[in-house]
Nanobody, 119 residues
Framework: QVYLAESAGGLVQAGGSLRLSCAASGRTSSLYAMGWFLQAPGKEREYVCGLVWSGALVVYVDPGLDRFTLSRDNANDIRYLHMNNLIPEDTGVYYC????????????WGQGTQVTVAS
């Protein structure tokens, strides 16, 4: 079992930056990758970006989201989502997710954290 806990989000002005963290605990050595989903108001959850849990830093980010970057703190099993030049459309609940195998759905979900970008 793996447990994921996101840091608190918050209210940010458009154009600002915010860093979210995802702390993993439990059997983290079994993880293949982690990522982030966004559920915007009135919309379905959508995949935002992700990265391989360990080894070579392989990051999966939609080219249209080059405002977002990811980093790792391997010693503490924390993964970070760095969001820059935020726009109101980035508003929503961000979920940290993790999975055990490359080709499978996400096995673990955090509880989510609210990010609001004010125009």
């Amino acid at each position: 079992q793996v447990y994921l806990a996101e840091s608190a989000g918050g209210l940010v002005q458009a154009g600002g930056s915010l860093r979210l963290s995802c702390a993993a605990s439990g059997r983290t050595s079994s993880l293949y990758a982690m990522g982030w989903f966004l559920q915007a108001p009135g919309k379905e959850r959508e995949y935002v970006c992700g990265l391989v849990w360990s080894g070579a830093l392989v990051v999966y980010v939609d080219p249209g989201l080059d405002r977002f970057t990811l980093s790792r703190d391997n010693a503490n099993d924390i993964r970070y989502l760095h969001m820059n030049n935020l726009i109101p459309e980035d508003t929503g609940v961000y979920y940290c997710v993790a999975k055990l195998r490359k080709i499978r759905s996400w096995d673990y979900w955090g509880q989510g954290t609210q990010v609001t970008v004010a125009s």
